[in-house]
Each structure stands twice: as C-alpha cells, then as structure tokens.
C-alpha cells in the first residue's frame, strides 16, 4: 500500500541492518554447532518473516513471507530458506492491491502445524501450506469454510486437538469470524461476530472452556487508506473491551467487558479458575498512536507483562501490571495451551529505541507469582521470539529447551540458541551458526519428528 510514511522509505526502521531482507534461498548444511545438541531434540526449528522480494515494503507488514528452518537431526543441523509462492508473491504486490483477494497473502507472520499440515500465515488473508522442504503447495480454505482471512494466532487446544482460530476483516461485517475445526481440520462451527469497529485484532485469548477476543482501539479507516492516508490508526475514544465466549456451541454469544484502552500483539496464556478467567498478555498503552508504522517504540508503544482477571460472576475486569521489564513474543509449554501454566518465556524490547528493537535479553517468568530471570547475551546481541520445547518424558514444565534466534550487532552474525530452560541464566546448551545473516522476523514453530 502507498501509505505515507514520516521517513523516506528506503530509510524506513524495517529495511534496516538485520531487519534488511535476504534475497537468495539457500540449503546449506551440516552447520557449525558450538556445545553440543541434544541427540533427543529431533525436528524442524521454522520462522516466519517479512522479506521484501524486492528489496524494499512501505511498510512492516507488507514485506514478502519467507520461512527459515533449522532442521536438526542427530545432533547436526542443515538450514534452509524459501519465500512463499502465493499471489502476493508472484504478482509483486502491496498491502493495498492484496487487500481484497483473500488468497493474495504475504504469508510473513507466523508457521504452525495442525493436522499434518505446515501453515504461513498472516492475518488478513487466507493460509498458505507449504512442505517440511519449505515449497509452496497452495492456499488452504478448509474445503471452503473459511471466509476471508485467518488469523495469524490461532490455538491447538493441547486436550482436543482442535484448532480454534478467528478471521478478522476490515472492509465490511461482519468484521469478525470465530472457527473452531477438529483434530483433523474439518471446521466445526464459524460463528460471526458483532463487534462495532474494523478492528486490527492481532491475537486473542484461549482457555479450556472459552475463547477471549480482544476489541482494541487500533482501528481501519479505509476512505483514509483509499486516499493514500493511514488504514489504521490509535482511536482510544473506540474503546476496548474483552469479549467472552464459550468454545463450543455459543452461536457467537458474547459477554463484553469494558477495559482501559491500550492494545495487545500478543498475549501470554489464559486459564480459567472457578467463574475467573486469568489473562497474561504483553499490553502497550498505544499502537500506532503516532502514525502507522508506529507498532512497537518508545516507553507508551511497547509490551510489559500485565494479567487480567474477568470475573464472570462478577462481571469485572481487574487489570494488573506484574512487571515493568519490556518484553513480547511470549511462549508457553505449548501442551498447556489454556490451562494453568507456570512459565512464560519473553524476548527483551528497547523501549529507548524509535521502532521495533528486539533486546539482549530472554526473560522466564513464573506467571503465578510475577518473577523473573534474566538470561542476558550482552549489549550486542538481539534475541528473537523464545520457543519452549519439552523433553520426551519430561518430569516437569519447564523439563525442555528454550530455541531462539540470536543476532550479533556487532559481527552481523546470527544464531540459534539453544538454552536449557531449567537452567535459564547458563550457558547454553548449543549455538548453531546460521551460514549468513537470518533477519530480524516474526513467529516461529518446532516441528517436532
Ligand atoms: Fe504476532
């Protein structure tokens, strides 16, 4: 999309240093491992990212999908990268010509597996399957049951198998769509939902019984877009208010309740306890309040750790702030995906920096009294999103290995650590050289054998 933006845009923060996009797809392998991997941990380590194919997006958002993976087996490590063929891809477009083919995806934010199928996603179109060799298969609609779009964020409920997900659409109502398919990825229910405003709804909030949607001020205007004007834009007057629905069978009944406006990316986990239902998320008093490419950046536009409490019996909200360090991209044990969870993984923010600056540190949090540990990797490395793995035959939660991408400033080096979560703030177990820079991106998955 041809928005305005305050900087030129080749100079714009997502087409500088790391975040710059690497062209070449490559197959390179067995990479160098400093320490040693452990034999058990089998699997394919994949990352979404937004890649410009041409070098250059007017925004964030816009840049091309391209997916990374680190395919460990029997403690070597092959790496390997491919962009994703969907219409975005091959026509060149933008975030405006895409807008209106729920097929034209950038396919950037986000990698899951579900029914044996690998899905890129992003949040205003449809998937896109791909191979474990990372090839483009085609776009996946769930034999034609899903509207528009699908949300980059969708939950594997760890005791159905289900994949619960929502689509959001900012054109025309209804503006938000709930779906809820079975292990095997037949779609069960897709129940509309009436919320007031075209929404940017990045995440939401799962537990075992009901799904929480988040109604937050980030808001479309699409005569201002059509104009070549900002799309979205911060409109706290909008209001924001946490919308309650039971999983199954609800019919798109929804219980709103009214919060403070601020916005989420990305919450932590939810769990129910009796009529409570207890929300860890990332909030940021504002997204985009200074313009469009404002997503993260300054004290006011970065994510801290803050739990909701809805009392459904009550009908209130009790939001907390639990800690002031600025952290996103958090990860649980994804077997406890809506239920109670001990441990939250975070990466570390810059909240001194301008735009989007992944920090030095990777932080573990016990959800259930607030503390932290700090793992720190020095003043020049960036950490990216933390993904938890468990052990087989784990004797507890945190029983697993804590992979994330490390990039080094100062060497233009990247790496995927490997960290052994009981043992948080030492060294890790392993630091697997990537064969030239992997830039800065969004969400990953395991892909376990
Ligand atoms: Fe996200």
Redesign the pocket.
Known sequence: MNAPTKVPAAKAWHLQGNWAPVLDEIDVGPLTVRGTIPPELRGDYVRAGMNPRSGHSDHWFAGNGMLHSVQIDDGQARYRNRFVRTPYFEADMNLMSGMFDPAASPAN??IIRHAGRWLALEETHWPWEVDRNLETLGAHTFAGQLGASMT??PRVCPVTGELLFFGYQLAKPPFLTYYRADAAGVVLEAQPIEIPNPVMM??WNVTRNHVVFMDLPVVFDLKAAMRGGAPLAFRPEAGARLGVMKRNGAAGHVRWFEIDPCYV??PVNAHEEGDRLVLHVCRQEQAMAGGFEEIYGGERTIGRLWRWTIDLAGGTVVEEQIDDAPAD?PRIHDGLVGLPARWGYMASLDAKAPSLTLGQYLYKYDLGTGARITRDFGSDSRLGEPIFVPRQGAASEDDGWILALRHDESRDQSTLVILNAQDFDGDPAAEILMPRRLPYG??GNWMSR
């Open positions: 934010t986000n980059a964020h990045h995440d990316f990305h991209f969004a969400h």
